[in-house]
């Protein structure tokens, strides 16, 4: 027998242990929450999971052509429960450093944006701020001016979630009044898509969003941002955040680049691959950033998804090749993506092998390959559904 079948039976007797649908009524378990949307208490009721029979054989096997594979005692909690076990937040905000390791806690990054949101944290209204350093490159570094290591002597930009948008412009001095004038007044992951899309639902989810403001009530104002600050759409359909924070846990740093790797070649091949400051719209950014909890479980991935449509994975892969590179049709730039998130699917335990259906089902679809071992929770705001 071939030295590697062990490895494949392992691989094959996990893949399917982990696709075993619970037969509780409790799987798809819901119940009010204090901000008018629903808690997933069951793991049925947040994300729709796969299905053989309706999204094919796919996605009950992992990628036979992934050559990357983690060290090899690379070693990972497999025993604890995950789902409904992370904490809820409001709004995510993604710090761009350049770099992709920070100190312990990002906020003791002496002189930068983090440094500056953990001392001025009373200030946020509307619910926990989840704050983020990331790779993002800075403006320096889009001009040749960064030095690769963090320097926060210059402004940078934050991306802002769930609204997909880039503040642009920020100094740890502007964070008081960027507080005020953007993050407090932007939408959040308990604020519904939209009132006319969400206030009739029949699957459960939500009757009626009447209690809660309406999206027209939490427009920021470009007139109230501080001088030299400026708003701009983040131009991504889907954006995939995976911690890398090494002085945390080495398997964090062990594990992005790699997983990255994986990622970056399925997703080529659709023509929706956007590194590091490639602006064309559409597409999925994929970013580094800094401890979101339980490196034992690395790693850590989550999923943001743009409201939209319904789509088929054909009609999505002719959405990242029919305009060509440079994302042109016809000789002229296809439309900036518009809206917010309306999804965040965080995963955890992900190897380079699941790479592929993570693509083709969850980034695409919305859709988790193995919710048992891999969903720790998320937020769907156009079922009105949260997982805390």
């Known amino acids: 027998m071939p030295s590697f079948a062990p490895q494949k039976m392992t691989s094959l007797l996990r893949s399917l242990a982990d696709r075993i649908v619970p037969t509780a009524n409790d799987a798809n378990a819901t119940k009010p929450g204090p901000d008018g949307f629903l808690t997933a208490k069951g793991i049925d009721a947040l994300f729709p999971r796969t299905k053989a029979e309706v999204d094919g054989e796919e996605c009950l096997h992992d990628c036979e052509t992934c050559t990357v594979q983690y060290p090899r005692k690379f070693s990972i909690d497999e025993d604890d429960k995950l789902y409904g076990e992370i904490k809820g937040w409001s709004r995510h905000i993604l710090v761009a450093t350049g770099k992709t390791d920070w100190v312990r806690d990002v906020e003791d990054e002496k002189g930068s944006v983090m440094e500056a949101v953990g001392k001025h944290g009373s200030a946020v209204e509307g619910g926990r701020l989840m704050l983020s350093a990331s790779n993002i490159p800075t403006a320096s570094d889009f001009f040749g001016e960064g030095d690769g290591k963090g320097d926060y002597g210059r402004p940078t930009r934050v991306l802002l979630l769930p609204a997909f948008q880039w503040i642009n412009g920020v100094t740890p001095g502007t964070v008081p009044d960027v507080f005020k004038s953007a993050i407090n007044a932007s939408s959040t992951n308990t604020q519904p898509i939209s009132s006319s899309d969400t206030s009739s639902q029949t699957n459960g989810t939500l009757s009626s969003h009447t209690d809660l403001p309406s999206l027209a009530s939490l427009q920021i104002s470009a007139e109230s941002l501080p001088e030299g600050v400026s708003l701009s759409s983040c131009p991504h359909r889907y954006l995939i955040l995976i911690c890398s924070q090494a002085t945390r846990d080495a398997r964090c740093g ?135």
């Open 254 to 388: 062990q594990t992005a680049p790699l997983l990255k790797r994986e990622l970056e070649r399925h997703l080529r091949s659709l023509g929706m691959f956007r590194d590091l400051g490639d602006e064309r719209p559409g597409g999925v950014g994929i970013y580094f950033i800094s401890h979101v909890g339980g490196h034992k479980y690395s790693a850590n991935m989550l999923v943001y998804r743009r409201a939209e449509r319904p789509r088929t994975v054909v009609e999505q892969m002719e959405n990242g090749t029919s305009a060509g590179v440079g994302g042109m049709v016809g000789g002229k730039a296809k439309a900036e993506e518009e809206g917010e998130a309306a999804q965040c699917i965080w995963l955890a335990r992900v190897r380079p092998e699941e790479c592929e259906n993570i693509v083709r089902f969850t980034v695409l679809q919305g859709k988790v390959v193995k919710p048992e071992r891999q969903l720790r929770g998320g937020f769907d705001r156009e079922k009105g559904v949260v997982s805390w």
